[in-house]
């Protein structure tokens, strides 16, 4: 009698686990009850390529598992700004992570606020990068001119026979170049 009851038990369980929880959410992989689908990222490692396979098999959008937690898996562009930008207020409150808390103290920012604080953070944001060049030509001009800059400093060295090309120092110089040249109008020639 008391094996039947705990079999009953443990079939109500995995009937929640698997089929009661998952069902207004996308499709996607089946987890595990208490892993949920932590193996299969870590086949064959990094992981990935469990991504690649359940965006073929599920589609742009689907769910996934760390734990018992779910997380949507979105891989458009269109659908993410679809989600996060025309119907940002609808998906406000997000869940942070114990991890944000632990190491960055709490909710801040732009990524781990919500509600009010984030509405706040995000017109501020917004209206700050709009005013210097976000969805502009001129920021695009400025990357490009950074790009040009690499590609020839690299050519040059390539052609006088140079084999170690220092490529950080470059990316770096070309990142302070486009910052420079929105905020103070110049950019730097030399890597110092």
């Given at each position: 009698m008391i094996l039947v009851f705990l079999f009953s038990i443990f079939t109500i369980w995995l009937a929640y686990e698997l089929y009661?929880?998952?069902?207004?959410?996308p499709p996607g992989p089946c987890p595990l009850?208490?892993?949920?689908?932590?193996?299969?990222?870590?086949?064959?490692?990094?992981?990935?390529?469990?991504?690649?396979?359940?965006?073929?098999q599920y589609g742009d959008?689907?769910?996934?598992w760390i734990?018992?937690?779910?997380?949507?898996?979105?891989?458009?562009?269109?659908?993410?700004?679809d989600t996060f930008v025309r119907d940002a207020d609808t998906y406000i409150n997000k869940t942070v992570p114990p991890s944000s808390i632990l190491f960055r103290g709490g909710e801040h920012g732009v990524i781990d606020s919500n509600g009010a604080t984030w509405r706040d953070h995000r017109r501020f944001a917004i209206s700050n990068l709009r005013d210097f060049g976000l969805g502009k030509n001129l920021m695009q001009e400025k990357i490009l001119i950074e790009v040009q800059e690499i590609f020839s400093k690299f050519d040059d060295k390539l052609a006088a026979g140079e084999s170690d090309l220092e490529i950080p120092p470059a990316f770096d110089n070309a990142?302070?170049?486009?910052?420079?040249?929105?905020?103070?109008?110049y950019r730097f020639d030399k890597v110092s």
């Open positions: 009661w929880k998952r069902r207004n959410l009850p208490v892993f949920g689908n932590l193996l299969s990222l870590n086949d064959p490692p990094p992981g990935y390529e469990a991504f690649e396979r359940w965006t073929i959008v689907y769910t996934f734990g018992t937690k779910p997380f949507i898996m979105m891989n458009t562009f269109d659908k993410i700004k990142v302070a170049n486009v910052i420079n040249q929105i905020l103070f109008g």
